[in-house]
């Protein structure tokens, strides 16, 4: 099964976006790497805001990590034509938005290995980061991630 059909198996269904965002680009490509921008909480007409270890459980974190690895897939999706063209998820930053005391941000960014492995399979393991810091506009996680193409 094609990853993006799995994708659409799951209950996703990746576009293609406007890369552009005025002074940033959401993706950029070089050679067969694609380096995503960091990729909030946010897909469709969710969006998942707030501090992990006061408002947030670390379950809604995980959901959190999931959508903000769709924002990525989007991106990636867009420079590269197809899910379908990506060789390996090489490299992986998770950000977690963390109150004063909560450390486990790994548990967080499972959510989004967790869905790149279920999609990618071995092409979906890779190497992370998973750290807390205060996020723009309140969004829990934000995500960047390198990814190999054909």
């Given at each position: ?21 005025g002074?940033l ?15 909030v909480s ?10 992990l270890?006061?408002?947030?459980s ?12 769709l ?17 390996q ?26 869905l ?17 810091m ?9 995500i ?7």
């Amino acid at each position: 099964m094609s990853y993006e059909a799995k994708l659409t198996a799951l209950g996703y269904r990746v576009e293609v976006v406007e890369l552009n965002a005025g002074r940033l680009m959401h993706a950029v490509r070089t050679g067969n790497l694609i380096y995503t921008s960091g990729q909030v909480s946010r897909w469709g007409d969710r969006e998942i805001k707030g501090k992990l270890g006061t408002d947030l459980s670390v379950e809604q974190g995980y959901e959190a990590a999931r959508l903000s690895a769709l924002g990525c897939l989007s991106a990636v999706k867009t420079l590269a034509g197809s899910l379908d063209n990506v060789v390996q998820i090489v490299k992986v930053l998770g950000m977690v938005n963390v109150a004063p005391g909560f450390d486990n941000t790994p548990g967080v960014i499972h959510g989004c290995s967790d869905l790149l492995i279920e999609v990618f399979g071995d092409a979906g393991r890779h190497a992370r980061s998973a750290v807390g810091m205060t996020l723009p506009f309140d969004y829990a996680v934000e995500i960047e991630m390198i990814v190999e193409v054909r």
